[in-house]
């Protein structure tokens, strides 16, 4: 259950976009559509943004989108706002029928 | 507004138990998996065990397996986890956590139960 790998940090000006990335394997990410991602402010709980890839669950900004390709699933955040500045996780679900989350990148709004 | 509430954490010494438990709101578990994630002090995320609807498919990470047991109870709405052989290492919060977006994503998350080993 090797945790996906995920960029420690990336950072963006308010109004652009940046897309993060979360890598695995054929036995996770890449062998299932079931990579989710979610966004978490210091001290608070995980929030859901992007569920089986691409999907957003209702309420959430059109400007987070995801999409994958191979064993590399991405999450791209445009017109970026300064909330939008929190950690961000990915999660796969397993062949072992386990999750297994990213080590979490830590978004920086400059 | 649905509502996820953890309770039962706190201090116990390497070896010990404690049982967590998770009343839901607002949302009726029954046709739901439940699942229980952690993260330690200052880390990132690490999804613990979960539990199908039916009870029939229950999964528990290799750092917890044999010594943590994940239950529920529809008829109270309510996940527990009990935790044996404690190590210094299961020092995190504890989120409990469910949704209705599929069994993988999780869009209910309860406010999380800090236990903490520590002699």
């Known amino acids: 259950q090797s945790a996906l790998t995920q960029p420690a940090s990336v950072s963006g000006s308010p109004g652009q976009s940046i897309t993060i990335s979360c890598t695995g394997t054929s036995s996770d990410v890449g062998g299932y559509n079931y990579v989710s991602w979610y966004q978490q402010h210091p001290g608070k709980a995980p929030k859901l943004m992007i569920y089986?890839?691409?999907y957003r669950p209702s309420g959430v900004s059109n400007r987070f989108s995801g999409s994958k390709s191979g064993t590399t699933a991405s999450l791209t955040i445009s017109g970026l706002q300064a909330d939008d500045e929190a950690d961000y996780y990915c999660s796969s679900y397993t062949r072992s029928s386990t999750w297994v989350f990213g080590g979490g990148t830590k978004l920086t709004v400059l | 507004e649905v509502q996820l509430v953890e309770s039962g954490g706190g201090l116990v010494k390497p070896g010990g138990s404690l049982r967590l438990s998770c009343a839901v709101s607002e949302f009726t578990i029954s046709g739901y998996s439940m699942n229980w994630v952690r993260q330690a002090p200052g880390k990132g995320l690490e999804w613990v065990s979960s539990i199908s609807s039916s009870l029939t498919y229950i999964y528990y990470a290799d750092s917890v397996k044999g010594r943590f047991t994940i239950s529920r109870d529809n008829a109270k709405n309510s996940l527990y986890l009990q935790m044996n052989s404690l190590r210094a290492e299961d020092t995190a919060v504890y989120f409990c956590?469910?949704?209705?977006?599929?069994?993988?994503?999780?869009?209910?998350w309860g406010q999380g139960a800090l236990v903490t080993v520590s002699s």
């Open positions: 089986d890839v691409s």
């Open positions: 956590a469910s949704g209705n977006y599929g069994d993988y994503s999780p869009n209910f």
